[in-house]
């Protein structure tokens, strides 16, 4: 499975707006069908099944990464929760959706439940606004790795 069929796949062509970062192994947008303002997925840039289909050097990236885009987040929304949801089910192409939560979510909404945001929140514009301060905070903590 890979191309049309792959949603994470597909993100190759995301439109720039989408985009928070794109290194040599992992990007990171805002996806169709999930453009919650707050909500990223950070993908493997190739086709790999679940976390056990990573490389070492995928595996050895993946950490930083996630710190980065999880604390860039949490700056930007300034949410007292960022969560990092892993299925590996409906797109076993490995990625991570790293959700803000923020305090206008309610309680049986939060954990688990966050996903119902979905259902009634996406809001692609307002999505797509978060990208730049997110973009700039991430490269900025990603410029210290490359010191
Ligand atoms: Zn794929």
């Known amino acids: ?16 707006a989408a985009v928070v970062f794109r290194d040599d192994l992992w990007a990171c947008e805002v996806v169709p069908g999930f453009d ?34 999880v604390d860039s987040v949490t700056e930007v929304t300034c949410a007292p929760a960022t969560y990092t949801l892993v299925f590996g089910e409906a797109n076993p192409h490995f990625h991570a959706l790293i959700a803000a939560r923020g305090d206008d979510v309610p309680e049986d909404r939060r954990m688990a439940g966050i ?33």
């Open 1 to 16: 499975m890979s191309g049309s069929s792959c949603l994470p796949c597909e993100m190759e062509h995301a439109e720039e």
């Open 36 to 69: 919650v303002p707050g909500w990223f997925v950070l993908r493997v840039r190739r086709h790999a099944l679940r976390i056990g289909g990573l490389t070492e050097r995928e595996l050895a990236t993946y950490g930083r990464r996630l710190r980065d885009l």
């Open 115 to 147: 996903l119902r945001q979905r259902e009634d929140r996406r809001d692609r514009e307002r999505a797509l606004a978060l990208v730049p301060a997110v973009a700039r905070a991430y490269h900025r903590r990603a410029l210290v790795e490359s010191k």
